[in-house]
């Protein structure tokens, strides 16, 4: 059996039992979000000892080699020596330019970092609050179209963070920012490569960012774009993407409602369906296609596979799944 | 033939090139597809990875006790020589499809053969 020595104390860590979970178990309050190794909200670092691989997967090179890992997807079968990063080294500082209101629950928060963040449109930061509360949210902004960070934030049932910010942040507030992170971008290997973007909900940020960093980087490439909603309210941005779509002859926006009757679908002019059924009937052969999956879990999860099927290589399917803390561990109101 | 068959079927690039072909081969055949997960299809494709590794002679670290704990709970469920067999074929025409060499063909299928036991818990 494994043990953990962190602050002073040793654990033994349970059949089954995450690092995360034990240390939670010793009472300690590691701060996480998705724990699922997604969000890296509770990365810790090694003092001694060699971290399992999975519990490194998702970080950068530089990150491995200084001996971060993740303590909610690491399950040790020898001794580490563990701690928490210092703040410092992790977090800088965010200040809000902008909060405008989107649609009736997604909001525009826009914000200058302190030091310059290089990082791709389409990853995501961690928002740390002062209380300590800390979320994700993917990059709309493209680094080398804007110098402001911009997210989109979904209004959840009783989301801490996502109420706070539509709220009671205000201009001119700072926040604390960690990141970038996460591997779902624009890559402009091959430029002539079609793409097709499919997202729901606020998944419209990261693609919204990706397809305009693609575009801005000369892409030859088809661009379809899918943004979904169950009712016409959840649809925004629409001004900015049709007239993306007219700028560029190679760029399609394709809006889908699924819980709508006919005429509000036609007045949105959008079409019938959830996003990722409709881009795949439009779409069958999807070999050599680049795909980019942003959004729900479930519609992630669904349309990785039918991507798969259709002919689409795992490896070019990137995803970027929003796994909601606040829905998973409270009941919605 | 001094090269192993590893080498001469072409190492990691041939089984990159075969993953995806033969996981999406298993996953639309539909007497077979029930047995593979894809709540984590990346995770799902690491493993037909490491398998097509130690089919094609590759560097390994299976053991017949490893390919008997990841197939007990599926031969609970049902898993018998016809699926085995199914999957064999897949494999089979995937190697196929790439314009492999009868020759290294038949010595995969050997190998994968040899794993039936283990692989159906007998």
Redesign the interface.
Known sequence: MAHISFAGAKYSLGPEESVLECLERAEYEIPFSCRNGVCLTCMMRVREGEPPRASQKDLREGQRQQGYFLPCVCHPEDDLDIESPSDAELYGRGVVTDVTQLSANICRLRLKAATPLFYHAGQFINLRRGDGLVRSYSLASVPRLEDTLELHIKRLGRGRMSNWIHDDLKVGEALDIQGPNGDCYYIGDQPERPLLLIGNGSGLAPLFGIARDALAAGHMGQIYLYHGSRMADGLYYMDEMRSLAQENDNFHYVPCLSGEDAAVREAAGARDGRAEAVALADHTGLADWRVYLCGYPPMVKSAKKLAFLAGAALADILADSFELQDLRREPRE | MSDSLYERIGGADAVDAAV?LF??KV??DPDVNDFFD??D??DQ?AKQKSFLTMAFGGPHDYTGKDLRTAHEKLVADGLNDSHFDKVAGHLQATLEELGVDADAIGEVMAIAGSTRDDVLNR
Do not use: A, F, G
Request: net charge neutral; no cysteine.
């Open positions: 995806d996981y999406r996953l639309t894809t709540t299809m990346d494709r």
